[in-house]
């Protein structure tokens, strides 16, 4: 076994824009997002923090730090998943997120588990 299969995250997202919570006369699109985090490493591994970069269409960027994702701090067994549903408000009709979790294995080691880039859109706005 090397050291690469003993520390590895699986991340995928799912965006969905919330129209009923957007307002585009005052620029406010506001999406959910439902991130879904799966252990695929053969080591125990806790989400300790974050790391998000949203970039709207115009090139702005905010970045997100902080512990845990929604005030938790899932600690994740091999082959065991996380799932949970956030969001953020853009001032732009489309934009995309991506960053890190950083984590911490049960074996000690710290590493990041990067979060795919994944796009933010209102429907039919994109081919």
């Known amino acids: 076994m090397t050291q690469a299969n003993r520390h590895e995250i699986m991340i995928e997202a799912v965006a969905q824009y919330l129209e009923a919570e957007s307002d585009p006369d005052q620029q406010r699109y506001v999406f959910a997002y439902h991130i879904t985090i799966t252990n695929t490493g053969t ?7 974050r790391h998000w970069i949203i970039t709207d269409a115009d090139g702005d960027v905010q970045e997100v730090r ?18 949970y549903t956030s969001g ?3 001032t732009t009709s489309v934009g995309t997120m991506q960053g890190s979790y950083q984590m911490r ?5 710290r590493f990041d588990a990067p979060i795919p880039p ?3 859109s209102i429907p039919r706005i994109l081919h």
């Open 43 to 49: 080591v125990a591994a806790k989400l300790v923090s």
């Open 66 to 83: 902080g512990l845990g994702v929604v005030g938790e701090q899932p600690e994740l067994a091999p082959g065991e998943r996380f799932e």
């Open 88 to 90: 953020c408000a853009l």
């Open 105 to 109: 294995a049960a074996d000690g080691a």
């Open 118 to 120: 994944f796009t933010l």
